[in-house]
Every structure is written in C-alpha cells, then in structure tokens.
C-alpha cells in the first residue's frame, strides 16, 4: 500500500483530503504544519505528499525546499495545494521544489487525475 502525508493547517481541509486519498487507496499521514511535515517527510518515507502552501510559520514553500534538502526524502513527489492562482505564485511553488501544483478549490476527479500524472 501506497503512503501518502498530508500537510494541512485547515482542519475540515486535512479531514476531506485524508478521505480522498484513502479512497485512492492510500494509507494516509498527516501534518498540521510546517515543521511537523518536514519531520514525517523523512521519518515516514510516503510516496507522495500533498503541500498546503498557505500555513502559519514555515510555509508550504520552505517546508517543501527542506524536505528537497534532505537526502532521505529528496526524491518524493510533492503535489502543492493551493488557493493561489496568479502564475508567478503558482511558479514558485515549481521553484521550492514541488512537482505540480493544484489549485483549491478542486474536485475529487481533479485530484485524481494530478495524482496520476505524478505516478505515471
Ligand atoms: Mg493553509
């Protein structure tokens, strides 16, 4: 079964993507913010991570740039969640590190198909 972490600072946002993406078929951990993500990015070892952008103290943008900084989890794919659309915003989550981006508010089909973009 495939790991998925989940950092979110939203509580009901956290609670509908864990229920997403176990009916992807993930096993689900979670992170409410920045620091705790960074942590379970390399003591979990998922296979994807879903990056909310907009968090109090270390944001979505260095929170993804540490965890690109550690070798132990360097290479896992990061999907950033975020209510920011303006296409120098979006690009800057490419630059942090994320592997694509997806802007809230999104549809569950929409989910799935950026998660299998990233895996195929
Ligand atoms: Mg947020």
């Known amino acids: 079964m495939k790991k998925a972490l989940i950092i979110e600072d939203h509580p009901d946002m956290l609670d509908v993507l864990s229920r997403q993406l176990e009916m992807l078929g993930f096993a689900v951990f979670t992170a409410s913010n920045g620091e705790d993500g960074v942590e379970k990015a ?21 929170a993804t740039r540490r965890i690109r900084s550690n070798p132990m989890s360097k290479d896992i794919p ?17 630059e942090a590190g994320c592997n694509d981006y997806i802007v809230k508010p999104f549809t569950f089909e929409e989910l799935r198909e950026k998660i299998q973009e990233i895996f195929r």
């Open 42 to 62: 390399s003591g979990e070892k998922p296979d994807l991570i879903l990056m909310d952008i907009m968090m109090p103290g270390m944001d979505g943008r260095e």
């Open 78 to 94: 990061i999907l950033a969640t975020t209510v920011l659309f303006r296409e120098s915003e979006l690009n800057q989550c490419i």
